[in-house]
């Protein structure tokens, strides 16, 4: 099993249907709008609009175990990436990425791993749904070690 077997909602409902990503590399990072880091979106949105053609999916996850920073509904959350960072990458519904209620997804890029850390930490997931490297809340999305590793799964 990969995460691309997941079952997960799309944000603004229905199913978000991983397995359409497989063959893809994917960023899944967990989100949250009232964060310190949440200028990130804009980073990432980027990362999205420049490699997006060659095959990478940033997949925001939002999450609000984390000092509340996700408070919002669905629509509040999709507004608020939509309008104050133009996101057009993909969003999940809302999740638990820790604890006894960790969303399969999570289960899948942690295993029996460590915590989550905070919001904003980042797998990066190969065309054929291993995890190749996880990356701490601070790494940024233009990071270049983020950037050296996302264009050594791309395709040339």
Same mark, same amino acid.
């Given at each position: 099993?990969?995460?691309?077997?997941?079952?997960?909602?799309?944000?603004?409902?229905?199913?978000?249907?991983?397995?359409?990503?497989?063959?893809? *590399?994917?960023?899944?990072?967990? *989100?949250?709008?009232?964060?310190?880091?949440?200028?990130?979106?804009?980073?990432?949105?980027?990362?999205?609009?420049?490699?997006?053609?060659?095959?990478?999916?940033?997949?925001?996850? /939002?999450?609000?175990?984390?000092?509340?920073?996700?408070?919002?509904?669905?629509?509040?959350?999709?507004?608020?990436?939509?309008?104050?960072?133009?996101?057009?990458?993909?969003?999940?519904?809302?999740?638990?990425?820790?604890? /006894?209620?960790?969303? /399969?997804?999570?289960?899948?890029?942690?295993?029996?791993?460590?915590?989550?850390?905070?919001?904003?930490?980042?797998?990066?997931?190969?065309?054929?749904?291993? *995890?190749?490297?996880?990356?701490?809340?601070?790494?940024? /999305?233009?990071?270049?070690?983020?950037?050296?590793?996302?264009?050594?799964?791309?395709?040339?």
């Amino acid at each position: 099993m990969t995460i691309f077997d997941v079952a997960i909602d799309a944000l603004p409902g229905g199913s978000a249907d991983l397995r359409q990503y497989r063959g893809n *590399v994917v960023l899944v990072v967990n *989100v949250a709008s009232q964060c310190g880091l949440t200028p990130q979106y804009a980073g990432l949105e980027e990362l999205y609009r420049t490699y997006h053609d060659r095959g990478l999916v940033v997949l925001g996850v /939002p999450c609000n175990q984390f000092a509340g920073q996700e408070p919002g509904s669905a629509a509040e959350i999709e507004t608020f990436c939509e309008v104050n960072y133009g996101v057009t990458f993909p969003l999940t519904e809302k999740v638990d990425v820790n604890g /006894p209620g960790r969303h /399969p997804l999570y289960r899948e890029l942690v295993g029996e791993g460590e915590d989550i850390q905070w919001n904003f930490e980042k797998f990066l997931v190969a065309p054929d749904g291993t *995890v190749e490297a996880r990356f701490d809340p601070g790494t940024e /999305p233009r990071d270049e070690r983020l950037v050296a590793a996302i264009e050594k799964l791309l395709p040339r």
